[in-house]
């Protein structure tokens, strides 16, 4: 099981004649994601990697019933990539592309909702569900099949918190990148709720960085709606005010979106925040440790309570 | 990208939102000739692009065409938090009878332009929300549907009770909405919109951030770029595609990637260092990057160690390490540097740095205390 992506999912590559869309297309198909058609207007008939190439995503979709896009298409026509996709009918868009301006970005999302579609991305790696299916470029060597959600909004970074969780034998889901821009389609909270309901889903990795609200969001929606153990990552301790740290969604403005900031709201939520990304794999087992503690504690008073009362009942009966 | 004051006010100007006359001065005997045009008394601003210019001494009122001359001899080459005074504007001084706060900024959170509005204009707009929140009114933009007149009328409502300058201030809103997708702004203030003694409504701060990922498409705005207000090793790392801060630390970093950059950074602070840079170096094993990366961090006397953090995923870490082979033979730091490779062909990348004598660490703890171990050293 997983998030958003599985082995039904039937990809199809805007962009694919370009040299990313290209390799990317082959990784893809070789990690086992059905991929089945690609998009670069003016080469339908060709294919790449023995995927067949259409002019557009409407034909693609015609053709391949495919459901689910794959964005790997300058800044400058990304957007209308988006548009293109979602009205083709396409319900799952991952938008890898960084460079989207972001008044682009708001002008775009309220189309994606109202088509009832999901955006991940601009600026992200995409995401993969171990086993079934990788749209996007995350590297498929470094995951293993288990029961842990990942979610970040960082590329290499992530992958260095998966590997350190492979590493350590907790395999994971699905591992998602929602992007590092200001404006995306996707955030923390929809995939804490969709990892909520995943069934396979048994422990939750979070990893945030300085910026914007969304990690503080993701904190109060953990306490209220959240089961599953979760932990956290939050980069950018060390960032100066006023600058952006290579992603344009990396920046403290106006004395808001500080690491601190975020790492306080996570602790109030109950979610313990690792000092290093290689300690996410320790603070999990040891947060799911306290979890079977505490629970077998309260299964203990509860089993004391009911034999307490079942004595009491006892005792009374005699009387 | 941020524009100066005088650039922001020509784009309000040329959308017809009232602003002050005024021309930029390089020099003392510029910003005399620009108070006699104006025949008025004159405010002496400093352009540069930092908040708090005021607080510094860097805006001044000047009487005469003399005085404007000497206040521009103090604020020119004054420093204002760290950047260099190369340009003021000299413009007519307006008599301040009330101040109002406008801005525009892009909201994360509800992904949509949000328009603030403040009758306590003229202070640090922080300090309204965190004293005063209930002087801020806020209206989210839907993007699709626009800012309608009545709406943009509703927040002017809000800075005065004259009809005449409720409706210049809906036009001013109106514009400044126009302006803020036009221009692909981030952040839109007049800070003060102020009324003068005739009850005019006028713009007499402007502030306009515009975003970089929209520059392509913006070539008249990307012209207004003042490079001599940015920190040179930050262009040099633009022009050549890298991504790069300067900090003031003294552990030069070379990563893959904002995300761990930031962590590297982090990293860095907590075992008792000190970063000197960010620098995300991008997906490519490319020898020229990394030799041009190597160059712009050690532009910086303050480094004392380089540590280089590549997690190869697609990239492959011997490819990488090939890359800084090649880098090493066109330009080799003279201060120590020390590799950490992990993920796709890491083994033999470890093989390859071992047989130049470059020394790699396994994780990312261990780098990272090498590293400040090297610096401590040299």
């Not at chain 1, 990148?177 to 200001?182: S, W």
Request: hydrophobic share 45%; net charge neutral.
């Amino acid at each position: 099981m997983s998030i958003f992506i599985n082995k039904k999912s039937k990809v199809v590559v805007q962009g694919i004649t370009g040299r990313d869309g290209s390799f990317h297309a082959e990784q893809m198909k070789a990690y086992g994601t059905n991929v089945v058609a690609g998009v670069t207007p003016g080469k339908a008939g060709s294919k790449v990697a023995g995927i067949p190439v259409f002019n557009s995503v409407a034909e693609a979709v015609k053709e391949t019933k495919a459901n689910t896009s794959v964005i790997y298409v300058p800044p400058a026509f990304a957007v209308d990539a988006i548009y293109e996709a979602v009205g083709a009918g396409i319900k799952t868009v991952v938008c890898i592309t960084e460079g989207v301006p972001a008044n682009d970005m708001m002008k775009v999302y309220p189309i994606v909702k109202e088509a009832g579609a999901r955006l991940i991305g601009p600026n992200c790696p995409g995401l993969i569900s171990v086993d079934q299916s990788k749209v996007g470029i995350m590297p498929g060597n470094i995951v293993k099949k288990g029961g842990v959600g990942v979610v970040s909004r960082s590329g290499t970074l992530t992958y260095e918190a998966i590997w350190a969780l492979t590493c350590a034998g907790m395999g994971q889901t699905t591992c998602i990148g929602i992007g590092g821009d200001q404006v995306i389609g996707t955030n923390f909270i929809d995939c804490l709720e969709a990892f909520e309901a995943d069934k396979a889903t048994k422990a939750i990795v979070m990893i945030g960085e300085i910026g914007g609200s969304d990690e503080e969001d993701a904190a109060k929606f953990i306490k209220k709606n959240v089961t599953k153990p979760v932990v956290s990552f939050i980069a950018g301790q060390a960032a100066p005010p006023g600058k952006r740290m290579g992603h344009a969604g990396a920046i403290i403005s106006g004395g808001s979106g500080t690491a601190e900031d975020k790492i306080k709201a996570l602790k109030k939520a109950g979610v313990p925040v690792a000092g290093s990304p290689t300690e996410l794999p320790i603070l999990l087992n040891e947060l799911i440790a306290k979890r079977k503690e505490a629970d077998k504690t309260k299964k203990a008073k509860a089993g004391a309570k009911t034999k307490t009362a079942a004595k009491k009942k006892t005792a009374s009966k005699k009387k | 990208m941020k524009i100066h004051e005088y650039q922001a006010k020509e784009i309000f100007a040329d959308a017809g939102i009232p602003v002050p006359p005024g021309d930029i001065a390089m020099t003392p005997v510029e910003a005399f000739e620009i108070a006699e045009r104006l025949n008025k008394p004159v405010m002496v601003k400093a352009q540069v692009h930092v908040g708090g210019r005021g607080k510094a001494g860097g805006v001044k009122y000047a009487e005469s065409p003399e005085a404007a001359k000497v206040l521009a001899t103090n604020i020119l080459g004054m420093d204002i938090k760290g950047l260099e005074v190369k340009k003021v504007l000299v413009t007519s001084a307006e008599d301040i009878i009330s101040e109002s706060y406008v801005g525009i900024i892009l909201d994360r959170a509800t992904k949509r332009p949000v328009i603030m509005v403040s009758p306590a204009g003229g202070v640090d707009i922080e300090e309204v929300a965190a004293k005063t929140p209930e002087k801020i009114f806020k209206l989210a933009v839907d993007p699709v549907v626009g800012l309608r007149p009545y709406q943009a009328r509703n927040l002017a409502f809000k800075l005065y009770r004259d009809i005449t300058q409720v409706r210049t201030a809906t036009d001013i809103i109106m514009k400044l909405y126009d302006i803020f997708w036009k221009v692909d702004s981030s952040l839109i203030e007049i800070n003060p919109l102020i009324t003068n003694a005739a009850a005019e409504v006028v713009a007499i701060d402007a502030k306009l951030n515009v975003d970089d990922n929209a520059l392509f498409r913006l070539k008249n705005i990307e012209k207004m770029r003042d490079i001599d207000a940015e920190v040179p090793a930050e262009v040099e790392a633009r022009e050549a595609d890298l991504s790069y801060v300067k900090l003031d630390g003294y552990i030069g970093c070379m990563v893959n990637g904002a995300g761990l950059a930031m962590a590297t950074m982090d990293l860095v602070k907590r075992y008792g260092g000190d970063p000197a840079n960010f620098l995300d170096i991008g997906g490519s094993s490319n020898p020229q990057k990394v030799v041009t990366a190597l160059k712009i961090i050690t532009s910086d006397p303050n480094v004392r160690a380089i540590l280089i953090n590549i997690f190869g995923g697609i990239t492959r870490c011997d490819d990488v390490a090939n890359g800084i082979v090649e880098a090493f033979k066109e330009f080799k730091p003279d201060i120590p540097v020390v590799v950490r490779l992990t993920g796709t062909n890491a083994a033999e990348a470890a093989k390859i740095l071992q047989s130049i004598n470059l020394p790699s660490e396994e994780t990312l703890d261990d780098v990272v205390k090498k590293a400040i171990e090297l610096a401590e050293a040299e």
